[in-house]
C-alpha cells in the first residue's frame, strides 16, 4: 500500500469548530452530569453492588464523551498551535470540564472515605473496574475537602493549565535561521533536527547554536514561566496534599512506588560511566580527539541516506506484522484511518506523541518527518504507543490506558523490532555501522538524558522553593550536564538554556523517567525474546493487553520482573555495556568522500497477508 505525508483527519471526532455535533456533545456532558447529580443520595456505605456499578457506569459513560471533546481540542491545537479557533476552544474546553468534574467530585471523595470492609466488598462486585476503584483510594491521604478540591480545580484553567497553553503558543511560534549554500534560510524546529544530527559538524554546533540562541533569547521568559510552574506543583501537591516530596506525586500516579523510582535512578547515575566511555570511543570513529555536545548524534559515516514516507511506513509496518501479523494489522489502522499527521508545519507542535482517547477509538499520532532514520524509528515508536492502546481496548475507558512507566514498552520494543529489520536487510557496511551507533545514541536520549533531566527537575523544584533565579537554575543545569558527561565530551554554555526548551518538565512534571524505565524494561523483554523466540510472544502481548487494568508491579511482576531489585535495573544497563563493547570492536574507519543522498524508495507491495481479527484498541 503506498502512504503520503498528510495531515490527520479530525472528522472522526467532530467535523469542525462549530459544527453541530461538537455543540451536541457539549450538551449531552451537561445532562449525563444533572442525571449523574441525583446519585449523591444514593451514596451511603452499604450501598448493593448493582447499584453502585450503575453510578460508575454512569461516571464511565460521561468521561468518554468529555474524553472526545477534550481530545478533539488538543488535537486541533497541536495541529495549528496559532490557530485562533482551536486556543479559544482549548480554554472553553478546560474551563467546562472543570465546572463539571466539580459536580460531579462528591462521588470521588465519596468513595475514597468508604470504610474498607465495605470498599472491598464493592470493589469484590466491580469487575473490571476493580483497579480504578483501588487506584482511587491511594489518594485518600491526600484529598482535601470537596470546596478545596472544587477550587483546586477552577484555579487550575487560568492558572497552570493556562500557563502550559501559553509556553506552547509561544515555542511553536520560533523560526530558526540557518545559513544554508551561502542563503539564510527560515526554520521551524523539526526541520532544524536533521543539521543537529547530521553529517556536516559546522551545521551541527550552527544548528544547536541557533536553538539555544532562540529559546535563551526568551529564557528569562520561559525560566519565570518554569519557576510559576513548580511553585503551583509545590503549593498543592506539597503544601496542601501532603506528597512528601515533588516527584512522590507522579509515582504515585504512575502507581510504581517510591522506591522503585529511587533505584532507577541511582543505578543510573552509577552507570553514567557507560555511555562516558561510549562518547570516548565514538570520537574516534569520528575521528576527533574529544566530542563536543554538538557531536553525540553525528553520524559516524557519511552517509545522508534519506528514506521517503512511504518506504518508512511499509518497513515499520513489515517488522510489526513480521512479529505478530496482528500487531501490523493495528499499526496499518492508524494509516487507514487517516489519524497520523506526519507533515512539517510552520505553527505545528513539535516532536511527535500518540493520543489514544477512547477503548473504541483509533489512535491519532502526530510525528513531524523529515526522511531521516530517526524519523522512521520515530514512526515505530508512536505506532507501538497506538498498538499498545488498541490491544488493551477491551479494558474499561479507566483502566485501558497503561501508566506512563509501561506507556513506553511496545514504543521502544517497536523501535527495536524495526533496527533488527533494517540490519537483516542493510547490505551497504557504512549504514550498517551508522544503524549500530545510532541503537546507541538513542539509549542515552531515552535513558541517560532522560534520567538527568528528572535528576533536574528534582533540583530545581527545591531551589524554587528557596527563591532561585533563573539564571542560578540555568548554571543548575549546565553542573547536571557536566556531571551526567564526565570528561567523555566538551560542553559549551550556550546549553544552559537546553532546559527551557523542554516541554515535558513543564507539561508533566516528573514524566521523564518513565522512557529510561521503558527502556530498561524492553532491553529486558528482549533479551527474552531471543532467548525463548515463540514463546516470548504471549507473555509479551499479555502485558500490553493488560493495558492499565493492574499495578505496573504486578503486571511485570507475572512476567518474573522484581522493578524494586537494583539488579533488575542493573541488567539493562549490563546489555548496553556488551553493546559498548561490540562497538569497541569495529576497527575505526578511514575518512571517505561524502556520499551522495540516497533515497530509499518503496518496495512493491508483497502479497496480501490474510485478514487478522481486529481488536480494539486505545
Known amino acids: 500500500m503506498a502512504y503520503k505525508i498528510k495531515k490527520w483527519n479530525l472528522d472522526e471526532l467532530f467535523t469542525g469548530f462549530d459544527s453541530p455535533e461538537l455543540n451536541a456533545a457539549f450538551d449531552n456532558v451537561e445532562e449525563q452530569v444533572a442525571s449523574f447529580e441525583g446519585a449523591r443520595n444514593k451514596l ?26 477534550y481530545a478533539f481540542a488538543g488535537l ?5 498551535t496559532q490557530n485562533q479557533n482551536a486556543q479559544s476552544l482549548m480554554g472553553r474546553v478546560q474551563q467546562f470540564v472543570a465546572e463539571m468534574q466539580n459536580r460531579i467530585l462528591f462521588f470521588n471523595l465519596w ?40 477550587v483546586v480545580n477552577l484555579k487550575d484553567v487560568t492558572g497552570s493549565n493556562a500557563l502550559i497553553n501559553l509556553y506552547d503558543a509561544i515555542t511553536n511560534r520560533y523560526v530558526f535561521k540557518l545559513k544554508l549554500n551561502g542563503k539564510v534560510q527560515e526554520l521551524t524546529r523539526a526541520q532544524l533536527q536533521p ?50 516530596s515533588a516527584m512522590s506525586v507522579r509515582n504515585l500516579a ?24 561510549y562518547f570516548k570511543m565514538k570520537a574516534k570513529h569520528l575521528g576527533v580527539s574529544k566530542l563536543r555536545r554538538y557531536d553525540i548524534y553525528a553520524p559516524v559515516a557519511k552517509s545522508d541516506k534519506a528514506f521517503d514516507f512511504n518506504a518508512a511506513a511499509n518497513m515499520v509496518i513489515e517488522s510489526f506484522s513480521a512479529f505478530d501479523p496482528k500487531i501490523g494489522e493495528l499499526a496499518r489502522r492508524v494509516f487507514d484511518k487517516d489519524h497520523l499527521d506526519s ?163 513543564y507539561h508533566t512534571p516528573f514524566y521523564v523517567y518513565a522512557y529510561a524505565f521503558g527502556q530498561l524494561l524492553v532491553f529486558s523483554l528482549y533479551e527474552q525474546y531471543k532467548a525463548e523466540g515463540e514463546s516470548f510472544k504471549p507473555k509479551y502481548l499479555k502485558i500490553l493487553s493488560a493495558g492499565g487494568s493492574e499495578a505496573p508491579a504486578k503486571i511485570l511482576g507475572d512476567a518474573g520482573v522484581n522493578i524494586r531489585d537494583a539488579k533488575f535495573w542493573q541488567g539493562g544497563f549490563d546489555v548496553l555495556s556488551r553493546m559498548v563493547d561490540e562497538l569497541e570492536m569495529l576497527p575505526v574507519e578511514k575518512a571517505k568522500p561524502k556520499a551522495k543522498k540516497a533515497t530509499v524508495k518503496a518496495k512493491p507491495a508483497k502479497k496480501k497477508a490474510k485478514p487478522v481479527k481486529k481488536k480494539s484498541k486505545k
Not at 76 to 80: G, I, L, P, Q
Not at 114 to 127: C, F, H
Not at 203 to 211: G, M, N, W
Request: charged letters at 30%; a negative charge; aromatic letters at 10%.
Open 254 to 277: 504512575n502507581d510504581v512506588p517510591d522506591e522503585a523510582v529511587s533505584a532507577l535512578l541511582e543505578v543510573t547515575k552509577k552507570n553514567a560511566k557507560v555511555f562516558q566511555r
Open 76 to 80: 486541533s491545537f497541536a495541529e495549528d
Open 343 to 505: 507533515e512539517v508545519r510552520k505553527g505545528k507542535q513539535g516532536g511527535a506523541f500518540c493520543a489514544s482517547i477512547n477503548p473504541e477509538d483509533t489512535p491519532f499520532v502526530l510525528m513531524n518527518y523529515t526522511g531521516r532514520a530517526r524519523d522512521v524509528a520515530t514512526l515505530a515508536h508512536e505506532l507501538g504507543h497506538a498498538i499498545h492502546a488498541m490491544l488493551a481496548s477491551h479494558h474499561t475507558a479507566f483502566t485501558f490506558h497503561s501508566s506512563l512507566p509501561l506507556a513506553e514498552t511496545a514504543s521502544t520494543f517497536g523501535e527495536m523490532m524495526l533496527t533488527e529489520k533494517l540490519l537483516s536487510e542493510e547490505k551497504d557496511e557504512s549504514v550498517r555501522r551508522d544503524i549500530l551507533f545510532k541503537q546507541m545514541d538513542d539509549a542515552f536520549a531515552t535513558i541517560l538524558r532522560q534520567i538527568y533531566f528528572a535528576l533536574f527537575e528534582r533540583e530545581a523544584h527545591e531551589m524554587v522553593q528557596k527563591n532561585a533565579s533563573v539564571d542560578e537554575l540555568s548554571a543548575a543545569y549546565l553542573a547536571n550536564l557536566k556531571e551526567q558527561f564526565g570528561d567523555s565530551l566538551e560542553l559549551s554554555d550556550d546549553f544552559k538554556w537546553e532546559w527551557v526548551s523542554i516541554p515535558h518538565i
Open 44 to 69: 451511603k456505605p452499604d450501598i448493593d453492588p448493582e447499584t453502585f456499578l450503575d453510578v460508575v457506569r454512569a461516571s464511565e459513560a460521561t468521561s468518554k464523551i468529555v474524553n472526545r471533546i
Open 111 to 150: 468513595w475514597k472515605d468508604v470504610d474498607d470492609t465495605n470498599a472491598e466488598r464493592l470493589m469484590n462486585a466491580s469487575g473490571a473496574y476493580r483497579y480504578y476503584l483501588e487506584e482511587m483510594r491511594h489518594f485518600k491521604p491526600h484529598t482535601l475537602t470537596e470546596p478545596e478540591e472544587k
Open 195 to 244: 543539521f543537529i544530527q547530521g553529517s556536516d559538524p559546522k551545521l551541527r554546533a550552527a544548528a544547536y547554536q541557533e536553538l539555544y540562541r532562540v529559546y535563551g533569547e526568551d529564557g528569562l521568559i520561559l525560566g519565570q514561566m518554569y519557576q510559576t510552574r513548580a511553585r503551583d506543583w509545590h503549593n498543592e501537591n506539597i503544601n496542601m496534599r501532603k506528597f512528601k
